[in-house]
């Protein structure tokens, strides 16, 4: 079954205390970026990855980070984790057309992250 | 920044009846797509229209853009109670070489039974 997976699906940590939220898609999809969900502000891109080890900045990467060593793998880090980063974080991926243009973005379940 | 917002952020209606719900963006894209989100839940991926198109159908959504206005419209006919969700449309700006994509705030539909 083709599908995004996240792990943990609900974290409840303190401040300062590093994390990370695993991401991982059985597509083959070339795209794939992290979001965070906040009430009225909708979904914001944190970081996005075109293909293995080629990263770049969303709309809100402080305090974040990423790596993509692997195609299917695309984890994020919070190195020191604040309570503003307290949050609902999905994963996404795509194919991307020879343009450079994306399809259709396949959503991970969500990461319900409580800092305290 | 906000690429795309939606209009109206919240929208009620009786099953049976259409709602339409609106996108407007501020620069170019390469194409727009419109996602449902079941509370709390990751997003699901309606349609896709691209940027040379201006109307697209798949079953009871009908999907229009207007590049010239920058703004798209999602219509979803003859309502059901299961099409209460979250909206949103999400635009594909290239930035650099690389793409963005960027999501509204959303539109929050309750259909009444």
């Known amino acids: 079954e083709a599908q995004v997976t996240q792990n943990p699906r609900y974290l409840i940590t303190v401040t300062g205390k590093k994390l990370t939220v695993t991401c991982s898609q059985n597509m083959n999809h070339e795209y794939m970026s992290w979001y965070r969900q906040d009430p009225g502000l909708g979904l914001r891109q944190i970081y996005y990855s075109m293909n293995v080890e080629v990263t770049d900045k969303g709309d809100v990467p402080e305090g974040y980070k990423v790596s993509r060593k692997e195609k299917r793998n695309f984890p994020l880090i919070l190195e020191s984790p604040s309570p503003n980063q307290t949050s609902l974080y999905f994963c996404?991926?795509?194919?991307?057309?020879?343009?450079?243009?994306?399809?259709?973005?396949?959503f991970g379940p969500g990461t319900r992250l409580t800092v305290t | 920044s906000q690429q795309g917002e939606e209009d109206p952020q919240a929208l009620s209606i009786q099953e049976g009846e259409n709602a339409t719900m609106n996108c407007s963006y501020k620069t170019s894209i390469n194409n727009l797509q419109w996602y449902r989100q079941n509370s709390g839940r990751g997003l699901v991926h309606l349609i896709l229209?691209?940027?040379?198109?201006r109307e697209k159908h798949s079953g009871r959504l009908r999907v229009t853009l207007d590049t010239s206005k920058k703004s798209s419209s999602l219509l979803i006919t003859a309502s059901r109670a299961a099409d209460t969700a979250s909206y949103f449309c999400a635009t594909d700006v290239k930035s650099g070489g690389y793409q963005k994509v960027t999501f509204g705030i959303g539109t929050k539909l309750q259909v009444i039974p």
């Open positions: 229209i691209r940027s040379n198109e």
């Open positions: 996404a991926s795509s194919l991307i057309s020879p343009s450079g243009s994306s399809y259709e973005q396949y």
